[in-house]
């Protein structure tokens, strides 16, 4: 059974804390992904990786910055977390090529005091 | 740019009736289109994707979808609803020879008994 595995599922930090979210994967996949979800707004991609040590910004990475030092782990770090920041974080994976299946996580509901 | 449109934020509706999501994409290039489902407390799981060739594609637990390229729609479609499949629909698009997927912002399908 393929699996992406996120650290935590609930996470409750205080403001200006860093924060570090873990994600890994266990089928070889080059592409990972981090994004928030809030009601309302969908899946916004925060940050991708396409390769190890290689990134690139999604849609929303102001306050986020990520790390793939190994290729089955993606990590999302909150430098100094922010209210703004509560929200529900899924990773996902696939494949290299356009045409394949995403795998999410569980999400990592997180809540900024 | 990729876009994806869900027109009904909310579908509430009676159990065995017929159910229609609505999704239109943006692209002016090909496209894959995927839905996803997100039961409660879960992370996204693929419901269905079209990638080429037939217009109709059929999924899991029942779903199906119709590629409409001159409507530029992907509309998700059951006949017969069950309250299981009370959860968060996801719309989601991908460029040929892109990595990046873009989703829609969702549409919560509630099944009343």
């Known amino acids: 059974d393929v699996k992406v595995t996120q650290s935590s599922r609930y996470l409750v930090k205080r403001t200006g804390e860093k924060v570090f979210l873990e994600c890994v994967q266990d089928?070889?996949?080059?592409?990972m992904f981090w994004y928030r979800q809030d009601p309302g707004l969908g899946l916004r991609l925060i940050y991708f990786?396409?390769?190890?040590?290689?990134?690139e910004k999604g849609d929303i990475p102001e306050g986020y910055s990520v790390s793939r030092e190994k290729k089955e782990r993606f990590s999302l770090i909150l430098e100094s977390a922010s209210t703004n920041q509560t929200s529900m974080y899924l990773c996902?994976?696939?494949?290299?090529?356009?045409?394949?299946?995403?795998?999410f996580g569980q999400g990592t509901r997180l809540t900024v005091v | 740019a990729q876009s994806v449109t869900q027109l009904d934020s909310q579908v509430p509706v009676f159990e065995e009736a017929p159910v229609e999501l609505r999704c239109n994409y943006s692209?002016?290039?090909?496209?894959?289109l995927f839905w996803y489902v997100q039961y409660p407390n879960q992370g996204l799981q693929l419901l269905l994707k079209?990638?080429?060739?037939?217009?109709l594609v059929k999924g899991i637990n029942g779903f199906e979808a119709e590629f409409n390229k001159s409507q530029t729609s992907f509309h998700l479609r059951k006949p017969s609803v069950h309250i299981s499949d009370t959860a968060e629909y996801f719309c989601?698009?991908?460029?040929?020879?892109?990595?990046?997927?873009?989703f829609g912002t969702g549409t919560r399908l509630t099944v009343i008994p």
């Open positions: 089928m070889d996949h080059e592409n």
């Open positions: 990786s396409y390769d190890v040590k290689m990134k």
């Open positions: 079209y990638l080429s060739g037939s217009t």
């Open positions: 989601a698009s991908i460029g040929t020879g892109a990595n990046n997927l873009f």
């Open positions: 692209s002016s290039v090909s496209v894959y």
């Open positions: 996902a994976s696939t494949q290299g090529g356009a045409s394949t299946e995403a795998f």
